[in-house]
């Protein structure tokens, strides 16, 4: 079975073509620019030059058709016709607590994610778009919805409710959602495997460090807790997102600098965190550059974005009454050895001994950074939520599969009878 995943944004549509049997990518890209002049359709095949196309594309829907062309392209492609993709799966940011796990759509599926609109503006509406476009260029492909919230549908009230008047979460649903859960899913369960213990018997906190950044404490096989909230913008330090703060800074910046509510919004989601503190960049590879040329800003930075990072490792150790495995995953947390040391040499009061050698390690593989005689193991499982959503794809159409079986098979002895 080919799977099409697909992560709709506003102006961009990412892709992987995913053969089912054997997990392998047949092939991925991009479209960017949608809805403006010169759009920008990339697509990778393994082993051969990426192709580059730039033309019109003003929508969603135009955007799949391109798609779908360049996979059944005669030089470029990888199928020979549509009919070769049986299902595509979408990733949704946020489910509400409508959803605890994916589902195929339906008529009520897309009336519920609508519903969701508000909580998710920039993302939600993207993503139908995203679907919409799908039934208009594959009316016949059953498609399937990825949620990032709903991993974290198991947590309990102490750790989703805020501490403000409950009508705000019986009205309006305010609440912690958290994010990530692909990930934090995706690594749990190979972190399990990697340990040779099974999941149910595991403390874990999972540390998804990327531009976007959250830990996640995992207490056998589900979520317990997450640092971020109602929308991606709590928790930790990010590349230009500020995670927690005082929520009186919000009033108190609005009345000192003349600003609306919009521009703070802005000022806290897009020109805060390593952006702000290092003054150079949101990318962690040109803040440890600089921090390495001497720094200081950039210093400061990296040392307050790590230092985050360790506070919520340190209280979810206290949430769960101890941790089996802290695993770091994604663009950061995979690849930055120095951020995974700034870490975890604060944390051996509760046992952690990194390896310096093993934490050097560059590989594509789940692998272990703690020394031998580490109580606490660290991991560094590589992340893959576009498998994820292929998975999860692939098992909800088969399980449709099968209940269409069964009923036509009860139909069958029932008219025998
Ligand atoms: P996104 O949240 O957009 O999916 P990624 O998980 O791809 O983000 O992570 C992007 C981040 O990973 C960037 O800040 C980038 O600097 C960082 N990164 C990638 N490679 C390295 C590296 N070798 N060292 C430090 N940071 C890295």
Known sequence: MNILVINAGSSSLKYQLYNMETEDVLAKGRVERIGMDSSILTHEVDNQPEVREVSEILD???????????????????????????????????????????????????????????????????????????????PEVPQAVVFDTAFHQTMPPISYLYAIPTVLYSKHKIRRYGFHGTSHDYVSKKAADFLGRPLSELKLITCHIGNGASCAAILYGQSYDTSMGMTPLEGLMMGTRSGDLDPAIVPYTINKEDLTLNEVNSMLNKHSGLLAISGISSDMREVVDAMKEGNEKAKLAFEMYAYRIRKYIGSYVAAMDGVDAIVFTAGVGENSDALRKEVCQGLTFFGVQLSGERNAVRSSEPRRITSDDSKVSVLVVPTNEELLIARDTYNLVLEQHQTITEADSDEQSNEGE
């Open 60 to 138: 969603h829907t135009t955007a799949i058709k391109k798609v779908l062309d360049m996979l059944t392209h005669k030089k470029f492609g990888v199928l020979r016709n549509m009919s070769d993709i049986q299902a595509v799966g979408h990733r949704v940011v946020h489910g509400g607590e409508s959803f605890s796990r994916s589902v195929l759509v339906d008529q009520a599926v897309k009336l519920e994610i609508r519903k969701l609109f508000d909580l998710a503006p920039l993302h939600n509406p993207a993503h139908m778009m995203g679907i919409a476009a799908v039934e208009a260029n594959l």
